[in-house]
């Protein structure tokens, strides 16, 4: 039970340390076509949040409508400069996956909440933590952001064309997300999912009744620790046995750690599985 504990206060210390108070240290790495939009009011948590929209390159040279790809973490995303320990490198990749491959999207990446993290983005109560927000965190997304992202942007808004997508909290809530909302989200990218501090969403994605009518790419680091890869284990075992058998991939990556590092390596071929891209030869 010690490694399970040891590995639970690492975890749980990186995510309180992830903060953008104060100056940034670094220069900004988002690409141009990523934007920083105005804080948004989330009227279900009573709280504003800012976003970050990634477009294509392509976008206002065409009159194309794009799929939409929800993220949390957004100050990790794309910018060095607001990042915890590095970013994601989303923006660079799309980029990349666009000129070889013709995949395209569009991103929105919604802010953490920097201490409220761990209650935004858990479904669940938990005695250490308190009250989960993560049902109302996720209203936010479907009710009140992502009608005014169909708005102003051209998008694909059906739920085959809209994906959900974070790590540990992130991956966690991003399950949620389709299970609360399985009439919005058709994708999901759960990325290091910290299935430790919310065993109950197992039962919970079992039930899901559009579960076989959802793409899922579920990925964990094998140095992550034993919570972690006992975690994926398990909602890999459950996948198998309940969602739709062209629908899912699991990968337990062996040198995978709990870093951006790693998300970053298995970013391009999730966005490919779960968008049915063609670049299977260039990731």
Request: a negative charge; hydrophobic letters at 35%.
């Amino acid at each position: 039970m010690t490694k399970r504990f040891n590995l639970a206060a690492i975890v749980l210390l990186a995510l309180h340390a992830m903060t953008t108070n104060g100056a940034p240290t670094t220069a900004s790495t988002a690409q141009s076509n990523v934007h920083v939009m105005p804080a948004v009011e989330m009227k279900t948590l009573q709280r504003e949040r800012i976003y970050r929209v990634y477009l294509p390159e392509s976008y206002e040279e065409s009159n194309k409508h794009y799929p939409v790809l929800y993220m949390h973490d957004g100050q990790n995303l794309f910018d060095d400069a607001t990042s915890y320990v590095g970013e994601w490198g989303v923006d660079e990749a799309l980029n990349q996956l666009a000129s070889t491959c013709d995949l395209e999207m569009i991103v929105v990446g919604i802010d953490h909440g920097d201490k409220l993290r761990m209650t935004e983005l858990n479904p669940y109560d938990n005695e250490r933590f308190g009250e989960g927000e993560g049902d109302a965190y996720v209203d936010f997304l479907v009710n009140e952001l992502k009608p005014r992202i169909d708005q102003k942007f051209r998008t694909l808004p059906g739920r085959e064309h809209t994906a959900v997508m974070g790590s540990s909290m992130g991956g966690l809530i991003s399950n949620h997300a389709i299970n609360r909302h399985p009439q919005t989200f058709g994708l999901a990218g759960l990325f290091s999912p910290s299935y430790w501090i919310a065993p109950q969403i197992l039962a919970t994605t079992e039930a899901n009744p559009a579960l076989k009518n959802t793409r899922i790419y579920l990925s964990t680091g094998g140095k992550e620790g034993e919570s972690m890869t006992e975690g994926f284990n398990q909602m890999a075992h459950l996948l198998k046995q309940h969602a739709g058998p062209d629908q899912w991939r699991a990968q337990l990556d062996a040198d995978g750690e709990h870093n951006e590092a790693f998300w970053n390596r298995i970013f391009p071929q999730a966005v490919n599985f779960l968008f049915k891209g063609h670049c299977d030869k260039k990731v």
